[in-house]
């Protein structure tokens, strides 16, 4: 624990560079050093020792310092009790599900979350686990009341969703689980706890897939799971020690030391992609786009009322073009990068072909393709030039 409890008294920005560090009782560097040893000296008699037990000092796998350290970071940003930090993202929603759910369960989850998610309930566990789900449009509050049953167990929802930017309104979603005896889950990858805070919204859970914002300069990976102490135990036991989801030292270490940047890297990108949207949607050859600080994002309002101060980088826009046009749009650009994965330093693009399986699950302007744009750091002028000379290269400018 560091010497302080970094609790809400202190400021968002101060817990960022504080929270989880100390001094090091050992050589008094005032950084807490990254520890790679796996295995830790027992007691004189370890007979009385759990091994499955959670916690530092026995093995990595059951506990490392450096991801204690990132733990005790994430709880304070994220206003949770405690954290659990494992490999990726995808560990962190896989371990929640797996400690959560079991056979003849259900869960009801969003229609726009990202695709292991999708698959990890959709194939996965209600497919070879018996887990019953319903996949609803989660923007509209009254689909998840419909879709509730005596024995829905989990509402998963992502809010802005991957990869159609979709706003769930978390409130009502907690409400309406809660009313149930149900549980709610709140993938907040794109937002970052900078912007958005589902616990303190009436979210159980919220996962972060730490790969993205909070280490931010895509170097790593990582996932947590944050939430009530009672209910992360679970996952401790069965994701990271028995299921074996564990996130290296080093990983922890990077993330540790990429987060203390988080509020100053946020504050950009909100303010960056704001005004790429702006411009992106006065292009004539736009066809769409989907940013939720524009008024002309269906879930304005909702992402108004639950996230603050800004909306994040990601947005989602398309071309009036055809499919190769858009190929070679991207091959054009010089400053943004072509390459899956958002929330780093740099922009990053990706197009999302029309042959994307779950198209059916996306509103309609989505269907000829789009570009899912992580705005980076970088000079805002840079990225709008880097994307006008792209298009007037492919003439669509
Ligand atoms: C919203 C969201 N959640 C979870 C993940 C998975 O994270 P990871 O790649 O760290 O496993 C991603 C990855 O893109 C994501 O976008």
């Not at 589902?198 to 799971?225: Q, R």
């Amino acid at each position: 624990m560091s010497k302080r409890d970094y609790g809400k008294e202190l400021g968002f920005l101060t817990r960022a560079v504080h929270a989880g560090n100390d001094v090091d009782g050992e050589t008094g560097a005032i950084k807490r050093p990254i520890v790679m040893g796996n295995s830790y000296e027992l007691p004189y008699d370890p007979s009385d020792l759990n091994w499955s037990g959670a916690g530092k000092n026995l093995y990595t796998r059951n506990g490392g310092s450096n991801q204690q350290y990132l733990q005790e970071k994430l709880a304070s940003l994220s206003g949770g009790e405690d954290c659990i930090v494992l490999g990726s993202g995808v560990a962190a929603l896989s371990g929640l599900f797996f400690s959560l759910l079991k056979s003849s369960d259900h869960v009801v989850f969003s229609n726009v979350t990202y695709i292991a998610a999708y698959r990890l309930l959709n194939e996965l566990f209600n497919r070879k686990f018996q887990v019953e789900t319903t996949i609803v449009d989660a923007s509209n509050s009254g689909e998840i009341r419909g879709a509730m049953r005596p024995n829905t167990r989990l509402v998963h929802i992502e809010t802005p969703g991957n990869p159609t930017i979709g706003i769930t309104d978390i409130r009502a979603a907690a409400r309406i689980a809660h009313e149930r005896g149900a549980l709610l889950s709140v993938d907040n990858t794109f937002a970052s706890p900078y912007n958005q805070r589902p616990l303190e919204l009436g979210a159980d859970f919220v996962v972060e897939s730490l790969t993205k914002y909070i280490n931010g300069h895509g170097d790593s990976m990582g996932g947590a799971v944050i939430g009530k102490r009672e209910l992360l135990d679970p996952i401790r036991a069965q994701a990271q020690i028995n299921l074996g989801g564990v996130i290296s030292p080093f990983n922890a270490w990077l993330i540790m030391r990429g987060s203390v940047t988080l509020p100053l890297r946020m504050r950009q990108h909100n303010e960056s992609a704001m005004t790429l949207a702006g411009y992106l949607e006065g292009l004539p050859c736009v066809s769409f786009v989907r940013y939720p600080g524009l008024k002309s994002h269906p879930g304005h309002k909702t992402a108004a009322s639950q996230m603050s101060p800004g909306y994040g980088g990601v947005m989602a826009f398309g071309l009036k073009a055809d499919h190769d046009t858009h190929n070679r749009f991207v091959s054009r650009l010089k400053v943004i990068t072509s390459a899956v994965s958002l929330g780093h330093d740099e922009s990053l693009i990706v197009f999302l072909g029309e042959k994307d399986e779950r198209q059916y699950l996306y509103p309609p302007e989505f269907h000829n393709g789009f570009f899912r744009f992580s705005v980076g750091i970088e000079d805002t002028s840079d990225l709008a030039a880097d994307i006008e000379q792209a298009l007037k290269s492919v003439r669509l400018l």
